[in-house]
């Protein structure tokens, strides 16, 4: 079942979609280097991106990691969902488990992308808002 984005009250209320993408026996997580140009430079994150207005969170999931890693996603579960308050922005983070996609990711926008195992998360430096990820991730089996 997929929810159309209905929850933003104000400008600074963004909803985003991110993907834990796994490898094919769940040793390693895809992730994506901001670039230089925006806001958290050079920091790891999870791909994904804001959700359109009307747009499906699943819709959104799958639009994003086309347009990004130029990879299909062809089984996603919801893993978490939770509000993160920047002083300047809140986010509603939609969190998708990646477990099949065909292609090979590349970053297909010019960021860099690389395969990480769970011990190696802790010592990447991230946005604060990542560490709820973080934490599912080192409890998944």
């Known amino acids: 079942m997929t929810q159309a984005n209905t929850t933003a009250q104000n400008p600074a209320d963004i909803r985003v979609v991110a993907a834990i993408i796994w490898n094919q026996d769940r040793s390693q997580i895809l992730l994506s280097r901001r670039k230089s140009t925006q806001e958290f430079a050079g920091l ?12 499906a969170d699943q819709v959104a999931m799958i639009r994003e990691l086309e347009e990004e890693l130029a990879i299909e996603v062809t089984e996603l579960s919801l893993a978490l ?3 993160y308050d920047y002083p300047h922005k809140s986010i509603d983070f939609i969190i ?24 190696e998360l802790s010592s990447l430096p991230f946005p604060e808002a990542n560490q709820r990820m973080i934490e599912y991730i080192l409890t998944s089996p």
């Open 44 to 55: 790891w994150e999870f791909p994904g991106g804001k959700v359109e207005q009307d747009e």
């Open 96 to 119: 998708y488990d990646i477990t099949q996609f065909t292609g090979e990711p590349i970053g297909a926008e010019f960021q860099e992308v690389a395969w990480f195992s769970k011990e």
């Open 81 to 83: 969902q939770f509000r």
